[in-house]
């Protein structure tokens, strides 16, 4: 562990991990729009993010699971990928790694803060 990972670093670092996981899950059921038979797969965000540890100091590697999503409308072709739910869902996506970025800098910020005050 290097001197500036903190616990908030640390939690803020799986945040991070989660959203872009799932961001690429959400691009892909996307990019499958039009393929037959295709089946939207998600991530349950909050259970993803307590299985990346159990505590502050103790970081499970990240292995997260895709399910496929259930009691979505699916076409004749068998495909049921709504581009209004993944559009919503990866604009809410974004927003929580928006938040994280920002919550990182503000931890930056107060440890720059305790190592310029102790001069």
């Known amino acids: 562990m290097s001197m500036i990972e903190t616990p908030m670093l640390q939690s803020l670092e799986r945040l991070l991990d989660v959203s872009v996981f799932r961001h690429s899950l959400l691009a892909s059921n996307l990019a ?4 037959p038979g295709y089946r939207t797969r998600d991530i349950n965000f909050q259970a993803a993010l307590r299985q990346t540890g159990a505590g502050p100091f103790e970081y499970a590697e990240f292995t997260p699971v ?7 409308v699916e076409r ?8 209004e739910r993944e559009s919503l869902l990866l604009a809410q996506n ?3 790694f ?3 970025i920002q919550l990182i800098k503000v931890e930056f910020r107060r440890l720059s803060i305790a190592i310029n005050e102790g001069r």
Not at 32 to 35: A, P, Y
Not at 66 to 72: E, N, S, Y
């Open 66 to 72: 895709a399910r496929p999503v259930q009691g979505l």
């Open 76 to 83: 004749p072709d068998g495909n049921n990928v709504s581009l």
């Open 94 to 96: 974004q927003l929580q």
């Open 32 to 35: 499958n729009i039009d393929t």
């Open 98 to 100: 928006n938040a994280g």
